[in-house]
């Protein structure tokens, strides 16, 4: 009933207002993945009037945002979350800009997900609502600084490791690699200082222990006789 126009008008503002209550504690509270998809595509399709999604757009965010966090892991329950942000976009657009620094980081994170699906569905969201999130509001910019920084020292961390001893022979490549994490002490965020005290705990990793070495022990030909000691 929500998705056709002419009878929605026909609701009453109250039953209205009951139909958009149930929706959110049906998303937010199941722990059923259908139920949730179910109850976050009756948010992309339906078609209440702006006024009307204005006054009530905090209820039907929340539910939106709990869905495009994904608490059940579920690559459908993502897509409707998708869907219903589009949906929001095109009715709400200055709200749905306005609140980007809470929404779009769980859709851009998902441009570097190892699962193609949801690399697409993001892209695909991010392109149609391009003209409401570009140019960027500044809140927004300043989060996704904060996540490169988080996600860049993460990956510094590891490259470290993965060096291992080696590094110490190229010691023009880690004084360059030590300004990347030299960068963040000044920061002010807790999660790139944090993932700062990880980096350089692979730094220590990665120089203070040596690497493994293998040895083989040679057997005796046959024949021979085997000394000890």
Same mark, same amino acid.
């Given at each position: 009933?929500?998705?056709h126009?002419?009878?929605?008008?026909?609701?009453?503002? #109250?039953?209205?207002?009951?139909? &958009?209550?149930?929706? @959110? !504690?049906?998303?937010?509270?199941?722990?059923?993945?259908s139920?949730c998809?179910?109850? @976050?595509?009756?948010i992309?399709? *339906?078609?209440? =009037?702006?006024?009307?999604?204005?006054?009530?757009? #905090?209820?039907l965010? *929340?539910? +939106?945002?709990?869905?495009?966090?994904?608490?059940?892991?579920?690559?459908?329950?993502?897509?409707?979350? /998708?869907?219903? %942000?589009?949906?929001?976009?095109?009715?709400?657009?200055?709200?749905?800009? #306005?609140?980007?620094?809470?929404w779009?980081?769980? &859709?851009? =994170? $998902?441009?570097?997900?190892?699962?193609? =699906?949801?690399? #697409?569905?993001?892209?695909?969201?991010?392109? !149609?609502?391009?003209?409401? /999130?570009?140019?960027?509001p500044?809140v927004?910019?300043?989060?996704l %600084?904060?996540?490169? !920084?988080?996600?860049?020292?993460?990956?510094?961390?590891?490259? /470290? =490791?993965?060096?291992?001893?080696?590094?110490?022979?190229? $010691?023009?490549?880690?004084?360059?690699?030590? !300004?990347?994490?030299?960068?963040?002490?000044?920061?002010?965020?807790?999660? @790139?200082? &944090?993932?700062?005290?990880?980096?350089?705990?692979?730094?220590?990793?990665?120089?203070?222990?040596?690497?493994?070495v293998? +040895?083989?022990?040679?057997?005796?030909?046959?024949?021979?006789?085997?000394?000890?000691?």
């Open positions: 009933m929500i998705y126009p002419s009878l929605v008008a026909a609701v009453v503002v #109250d039953d209205a207002i009951l139909v &958009i209550e149930s929706l @959110v !504690k049906l998303i937010v509270t199941t722990k059923t993945k139920v998809n179910l109850g @976050v595509w009756c992309s399709i *339906q078609q209440f =009037r702006a006024p009307f999604l204005h006054a009530h757009f #905090d209820s965010f *929340q539910a +939106v945002v709990h869905a495009l966090n994904n608490p059940i892991g579920s690559l459908s329950t993502t897509f409707e979350a /998708i869907q219903a %942000v589009m949906k929001l976009a095109t009715q709400l657009s200055d709200k749905m800009r #306005d609140s980007s620094l809470i779009a980081p769980p &859709i851009y =994170r $998902r441009l570097l997900s190892f699962d193609k =699906r949801e690399r #697409d569905m993001s892209e695909r969201c991010l392109s !149609k609502i391009k003209p409401i /999130i570009l140019p960027p500044l927004l910019s300043k989060e %600084v904060k996540d490169i !920084k988080v996600q860049t020292i993460h990956a510094w961390g590891w490259f /470290i =490791r993965l060096l291992g001893s080696h590094a110490m022979k190229n $010691r023009h490549l880690i004084n360059e690699m030590l !300004k990347i994490p030299e960068h963040t002490f000044s920061d002010l965020n807790p999660q @790139v200082l &944090i993932a700062a005290q990880v980096a350089w705990e692979g730094l220590i990793d990665a120089l203070i222990h040596p690497p493994m293998v +040895v083989t022990e040679i057997q005796p030909r046959r024949g021979m006789v085997r000394n000890k000691c």
